[in-house]
């Protein structure tokens, strides 16, 4: 399975409803992987609710990641925080949180298969979070790294410029969370660009 180019975070304080609502909602309209945080509610709590967004991915071939360690015994798509250690037991698939350079040599010396950048933009999910990168910080980490998803303040609009920065893809919480919908403007957004400029970072191995 190809990964997404679109993963949304989920961050159910910002959901105008239901998060598994706004999540389906984000699905109906074209999204195909979840990072499912919520790293506040307990264990079981959390790993319900990550059956239910499984309920909602598995018809239509998403995929679901767990975000963080904390519950994610058996899954098979975990990403790390910049603070969290590698698991004992890899997963098929691994992510990690990364905001500088340091961060990326530590992912790839792990073989990570995808990284989240961030601040690209200033967000208004976590205002004062930063310095934002912009396209040219972007550009500039992404030399050499593993598939890299673009994240921070990221518009649809956006989508063009982190591409041609030389991410794989955008990664968008806040936006979806208030407005799923909006996520058809991201597919949109990133299916009209042409394959040879849909970044330049990829995988070392066939993750899924």
Known sequence: MTLPRLLVLTDRTQCAGPLVETVATAVDCGARAVVLREKDLPEDARRELGEELRAVLDPVGGLLVHGGLSGSAGSEAVHLSGSDPFPAVRPRLVGRSCHSAEDLARADEEDCDLVMISP??????????????????????????????????????????????????????????????????????????????AGTSGPRRDVM
């Open 120 to 197: 690209v933009f200033a967000t208004a999910s976590k205002p004062g979070y930063g310095p934002a990168l912009g396209l040219d910080g972007l550009a500039r980490l992404l030399r050499g790294a593993p598939r890299a998803y673009a994240l921070g303040g990221i518009r649809a609009l956006d989508v063009p410029g982190c591409l041609a920065a030389g991410a794989y893809g955008v990664a968008v919480m806040g936006a979806v969370m208030r407005d799923p919908r909006s996520a058809r403007d991201y597919v949109a957004a990133l299916r009209e660009l042409p394959t040879g400029d």
